[in-house]
């Protein structure tokens, strides 16, 4: 921060040789010029998380916000795994999981931009034994980038996910863009996905499932990315053809057995979806909104979380 220099200070061509009122005027520039830095807390370990000799990511919490901050995530997770209402499991099991006397609960993180935020949150979920599962994002920026008429992966993404699968001990699933791949960036989805899924079980990242990306561009061409999927119904959008300026174009589809996943997260017939990208009355939905102990044993529920809402 730039100071009042010390000698002078000149206002209107008139020299103030008041010494209380420089001192005045550094107190005033020191208030309004200077933002008191946030106080940070740290868990009682691992005030930071190792990816890599070179990647460390900061675990501390800046409570800037009364609910979406890792402190209260915390106190969720606490209370999820102190209760026995509830039966956590992962996306991949949850279609084939059934109990008469608790409630079966996954919790999914579609990491659409912050993966630091995810590390975070799955640091918390370890700690407490709970499994989810986490679906990275092809077109994010931590990702990869598009060079030219292809994305170029960053090979450092495969250590982010070793951290979350290994480490951690959760899923990773596949957070499909494919459709804006064809129609934004004329990039063939069919090969992509092929080549993407290649890279990341050669190097054991293992994938199951696939969850439909929600891009600006589906809003603005009116189409969901699920529908590269033969087996996702017509919803009300464009399901066959994107018109884009004077173009028509078809959408690619293929089938979800083609790629060796198991299911799409839009198609597991949950009896109650909760999820952070959702408003009420103006506000974000979070877990304050609903008791889940109030749903009853045999029900089924997913809760969508997104890292960045919560960083």
Not at 168 to 189: A, K
């Amino acid at each position: 921060m730039e100071g009042l220099r010390k000698d002078k200070v000149v206002k209107s061509g008139t020299f103030l040789l008041n010494g209380q009122l420089i001192l005045f005027l550094l107190f005033l520039v020191n208030f309004l010029g200077c933002k008191k830095e946030e106080e940070v807390f740290y868990p009682e370990s691992d005030r930071s998380i190792q990816i890599t000799d070179d990647i460390v990511i900061d675990n501390g919490v800046k409570l800037t916000k009364p609910i979406f901050n890792y402190s209260y995530y915390d106190n969720f997770l606490s209370y999820l795994s102190a209760s026995d209402h509830f039966l956590i499991v992962s996306l991949k099991d949850f279609k084939n999981t059934t109990s008469e006397d608790k409630v079966v609960l996954s919790l999914r993180y579609d990491i659409d931009e912050n993966i630091n935020a995810a590390v975070k949150l799955a640091y918390r979920e370890h700690k407490y034994g709970i499994k989810s599962t986490y679906f990275v994002l092809h077109t994010a920026t931590y990702y990869g980038q598009k060079i030219g008429p292809c994305f170029k992966r960053n090979d450092n993404i495969i250590f982010y996910l070793k951290k979350l699968q290994d480490d951690f001990g959760h899923e990773i699933g596949f957070h499909n863009d494919l459709v804006t791949l064809q129609l934004m960036y004329e990039i063939p989805p069919k090969e992509y996905l092929k080549n993407e899924l290649a890279y990341l079980r050669e190097n054991n990242i293992h994938i199951w499932g696939t969850t439909y990306h929600g891009s600006q561009y589906c809003y603005i061409y009116k189409y969901y990315n699920a529908y590269f999927w033969k087996e996702y119904p017509d919803n009300g959008w464009n399901y066959e053809y994107i018109t884009k300026g004077y173009k028509t174009l078809k959408i690619e589809k293929d089938s979800l057995k083609t790629y060796n996943f198991t299911y799409e997260g839009g198609l597991l017939n949950e009896d109650y979806f909760f999820a952070d990208c959702f408003f009420i009355d103006g506000k974000r939905w979070n877990m304050s909104m609903v008791n889940l102990d109030t749903i009853k044993p045999g029900k089924k529920v997913i809760i969508l979380l997104h890292p960045a809402n919560w960083d």
